[in-house]
């Protein structure tokens, strides 16, 4: 039945059809804000040196089929997820542990922990920490089984992005789908189709309402006299993503009523400051465009520094700790940023030695611990006694993983054959600065359109990528949790022969779903 459902999906189009669906997404996506800004390689800077275009996200024309029992699991376990992290946050001492053989060979794990340090030695001056994570999950459908299981591709705990643009990719599907019978730009009749939706996606408000809930937890100004409040948007240069992320600042300024400001991170020390006469260390923002006017940080949001590339001097790293050190929320904090990395991820799904996950988990049910574990995939290190090292240097079972590094962003990973090549072609010790995944397998059926910024149109087979958005806001001096809450999804596709899967760095295509 499944196979029969894939095979026959999505409806075929003609070439008018196509060409016109095509043309109404193009529209429907500039009048709504489902854009980026271009890629270079697609509009040259000279041909925009004052960075005012913009093009339609990368985005599929059809949503994809995604199992219903999957996508309800991913979003039942998605606060256990927030709550897990948030504990594995608090516990400083296992973090520094299993961090301890990364400090030795990767500078950015190592530059991170030191900040920690420093600000630690100073002394913390915020417990509360906000969380907004995503969990990408695939629908893992290997040809032995007899329905599809989630597994858990990753957790990420900094800068998860397109919860903006991944609720207008559910509204325009929801819209060709609601068109009327023989409209136009109404979908060929499909069984999946007919009398279905999307569910909803409000990841948008989820998210504005998680950073909100830090606002107002920030309580009164701490400054003398009090100063109006904000929140802080910390962005990389040259961000496409733009829009995605104004989505967020819109809905706090609109229905929350809290003053948003971007700062650019080569800025920050620029623009914002610490008074080191006031003990409480509030992080005061004064406006370029207003310098008669400050403003105090309630909640400092990076959607940067995630990777190496965005510490480009020590100045940068400057400004890391100067976040780090004032009284305002962080989302993240270094600790919550290293609990991410993807060596956390394979020690909790270790199947010997300690019960990481039942730890970080206690008082929660032994049902719901076994429902997180059976998301995981296996992992291994890659330590001479493991069997990480015989699966990952062997070529025929290195076929079926991928080898990843402690990175978000996209484009890090080395897959199967030629994980024992790159292993030989580095030292052998920095092999601990990766962990080995066995691959997941999604349906292999599944196909779809998509368009991509540039204005191609590429169809085939595609493997979709699910991630669930969540929010936390706790106190980590004592774990007590303020806020916990999930809401809003994410659906990206590629074609089936790429193995890389980020939507900003070109590999991915927007997407929706509906559920069977």
């Not at 008018?16 to 800077?45: H, M």
């Not at 199992?67 to 504990?87: S, W």
């Not at 699910?466 to 106190?475: E, K, Q």
């Amino acid at each position: 039945m499944t196979e029969s459902i894939y095979s026959s999906y999505p409806p075929a189009l003609d070439s008018a059809q196509k060409e016109f669906l095509v043309k109404t997404i193009k529209d429907w996506a500039t009048q709504n804000g489902l854009v980026v800004r271009p890629s270079p390689t697609f509009v040259a800077k000279e041909n925009d040196p004052q960075g005012v275009l913009a093009t339609n996200a990368p985005v599929t024309l059809f949503p994809s089929l995604f199992p219903k029992a999957c996508f309800e699991e991913a979003r039942a376990l998605q606060t256990v997820y927030n709550q897990l992290y948030a504990a594995i946050t608090c516990d400083e001492d296992w973090i520094g542990k299993i961090m301890e053989d990364l400090i030795d060979v990767d500078d950015f794990i190592s530059n991170l922990w030191k900040v920690h340090l420093a600000v630690k030695e100073e002394g913390y001056t915020q417990n509360l920490s906000l969380g907004l994570y995503r969990s990408d999950y695939m629908a893992h459908t290997p040809s032995d089984a007899s329905s599809p299981s989630l597994k858990q591709v990753e957790f990420n705990t900094i800068s998860s992005s397109f919860g903006g643009l991944s609720s207008l990719v559910t509204s325009l599907h929801t819209e060709l789908l609601n068109s009327p019978p023989g409209h136009p730009i109404a979908y060929p009749s499909h069984p999946l189709l007919d009398n279905n939706q999307p569910p909803e996606n409000p990841a948008v408000e989820t998210l504005a309402a998680g950073l909100a809930a830090a606002h107002v937890a920030y309580g009164p100004s701490k400054s003398t006299p009090a100063l109006p409040t904000c929140i802080l948007f910390l962005v990389q240069e040259n961000e496409r993503n733009i829009f995605d992320q104004l989505a967020l600042s819109r809905e706090l300024t609109k229905a929350h009523k809290i003053p948003v400001f971007r700062v650019l991170s080569s800025e920050i020390l620029d623009h914002t400051f610490i008074h080191d006469s006031n003990p409480s260390r509030p992080l005061i923002y004064q406006p370029p465009h207003s310098s008669g006017t400050q403003f105090e940080v309630t909640t400092a949001y990076l959607r940067c520094f995630y990777a190496p590339t965005d510490y480009k001097s020590e100045r940068d790293w400057q400004a890391r700790t100067h976040l780090e050190r004032s009284a305002a929320i962080k989302c993240p904090t270094v600790l919550n940023q290293l609990a991410g990395c993807k060596i956390v991820q394979q020690v909790l799904a270790e199947q010997e030695g300690p019960d990481h996950l039942a730890k970080f988990l206690s008082g929660t049910d032994d049902a719901t611990i076994s429902r997180v574990r059976a998301t995981f995939a296996p992992q291994y290190d890659l330590s001479s006694t493991g069997r990480g090292q015989k699966l990952a240097l062997n070529l025929e079972t290195a076929m079926n993983h991928v080898l990843k590094p402690q990175r978000e962003g996209g484009g890090n990973n080395v897959y199967k054959d030629a994980i024992p090549e790159f292993l030989r072609s580095i030292p052998e010790t920095e092999w601990k600065r990766w962990i080995l995944m066995e691959l997941i397998h999604p349906p292999a059926e599944a196909k779809n359109v998509a368009l991509r910024s540039d204005g191609e149109v590429l169809s085939g087979h595609v493997i979709g990528e699910l991630g669930v958005y969540g929010t936390i806001l706790w106190d980590q001096a004592n774990g007590n949790i303020v806020q916990n809450e999930q809401g809003g999804w994410l659906m990206r596709t590629k074609a089936r022969d790429v193995n890389e899967g980020g939507v900003a760095t070109g590999f991915s295509s927007l997407d929706s779903i509906v559920l069977y």
